[in-house]
């Protein structure tokens, strides 16, 4: 998206340990998208396909490890349209 219509800041599988990103390691998290700076992101966008749901324990998992506010949007994304390959 962003190699199509500019930079907007986005940051895809950003890994974050006890508030850090970029780290990996036991107890660490991957962010399929993270909005903004990633010391201080705006959002974090979760793609979920099927049957999948965000839920509030992995919404609050993502806001501890992460080391974000308690009210940073931790958003679900749904894609349509996708194409299957058989």
Not at 61 to 81: H, M, T, W, Y
Request: glycine share 12%.
């Amino acid at each position: 998206y962003q190699q199509l219509f500019g930079s907007r800041g986005l940051r895809t599988e950003v890994r974050y340990m006890d508030g850090i990103p970029d780290v990996g390691g036991n107890g660490s998290i991957r962010l399929d998208v993270v909005d903004g700076d990633v010391f201080s992101p705006t959002a974090v966008f979760d793609y979920k396909f099927g049957r999948a749901v965000l839920k509030q324990s992995r919404i609050d998992q993502i806001r501890k490890v992460g080391g974000f506010a308690d009210d940073l949007p931790v958003l679900e994304v749904r894609p349509k349209g996708l194409m299957s390959f058989q």
